[in-house]
């Protein structure tokens, strides 16, 4: 019987109870405060993150895996059986880590590899891993789970209300939202995924204005496959949580921490929803 191998990159955000039930692999960014290196969710967890957040001078730095540790992962799941391997990346317009998954394929042949862009970050990501996963537990095969991951990617959406813009503008991240520097500080930006790059998503003058905005964002993409919530910290959850309470969605809510690689472009506070369309 075939089996293939969902493997994800950190900025997924996937929660680790998602990973081991579905057997998700997963290939770390690095996280860098000044001289100190790290590895996402292997020697640094979103808590000890932001923990160090709110000590450090200065913003933390991500860098991609390299194509090395891609294909240590090819290797040990072609090692473990697997017949054929999906990868699936956050935007290749936001990190090179497409980049190195692609080149490591290159020099692996021992099993298929195929390489998905989602155009995503987060759990929009992390989603599209666990659609994925769930349907090679079913039986699909590797060609079947290749249509299907190419299908999913113009289904997920992303709506995130930040609570700074400090690290996202330091980190260059800030994209088609450039419109919201120089806003006063009342003011809560919303933000989005658009072709695979951040945008702005509006302005709203309160918190609750904010949040009823993401979910509207949900709403207006009905029916829904899967949907999920992201904070770092965010004292909104529970009100999010409640909001989400009444819209129709064919699979559990997942409520994920957001770690290094997207915290450090998104900053404390941050709250999102990422959703999957359902097949229509």
């Given at each position: 019987m075939a089996h293939i191998q969902i493997l994800c990159d950190s900025g997924c955000d996937l929660p680790l109870s998602e990973r081991t039930r579905l057997g998700i692999g997963l290939v770390s960014l690095s996280i860098r405060f000044g001289a100190e290196e790290f590895t996402d969710r292997v020697d640094l967890s979103p808590e000890e993150f932001w923990e160090r957040c709110a000590g450090a001078a200065t913003l933390p730095e991500t860098a991609a895996p390299s194509?090395?540790?891609?294909?240590?992962?090819?290797?040990?799941?072609?090692?473990?059986?697997?017949?054929?391997?999906?990868?699936?990346?956050?935007?290749?317009?936001?990190?090179?880590?497409?980049?190195?998954a692609r080149v490591a394929a290159e020099g692996f042949d021992a099993i298929p590899v195929h390489i998905v862009d989602t155009r995503a970050v987060s759990m929009a990501e992390g989603l599209i891993a666990i659609d994925l996963a769930e349907?090679?537990?079913?039986?699909?095969?590797?060609?079947?789970?290749?249509?299907?991951?190419?299908?999913?990617?113009?289904?997920?959406?992303?709506?995130?209300?930040?609570?700074t813009l400090e690290h996202l503008i330091k980190g260059g991240r800030i994209g088609g939202a450039k419109a919201l520097l120089g806003q006063v500080?009342?003011?809560?930006?919303?933000?989005?995924?658009?072709?695979?790059?951040?945008t702005e998503a509006g302005r709203q003058r309160t918190t609750a204005k904010a949040l009823r905005a993401l979910v509207d964002m949900v709403q207006a993409a009905a029916p829904l496959s899967r949907l999920a919530i992201m904070h770092a910290n965010s004292p909104d959850l529970e009100t999010m949580k409640e909001l989400l309470s009444a819209v129709p969605v064919a699979h559990p809510i997942v409520v994920a921490d957001i770690g290094p690689t997207v915290g450090t472009h998104g900053g404390p506070g941050l709250i999102a929803l990422a959703w999957l369309e359902a097949d229509r």
């Open positions: 194509p090395g540790a891609f294909l240590a992962a090819y290797e040990a799941a072609a090692a473990a059986g697997a017949t054929g391997i999906i990868v699936v990346t956050i935007s290749a317009a936001l990190s090179a880590t497409y980049e190195s349907a090679a537990a079913a039986g699909a095969d590797f060609d079947a789970l290749v249509a299907r991951a190419t299908s999913l990617v113009p289904k997920v959406g992303v709506g995130a209300m930040l609570v500080l009342s003011i809560k930006p919303l933000l989005k995924l658009e072709n695979g790059v951040v």
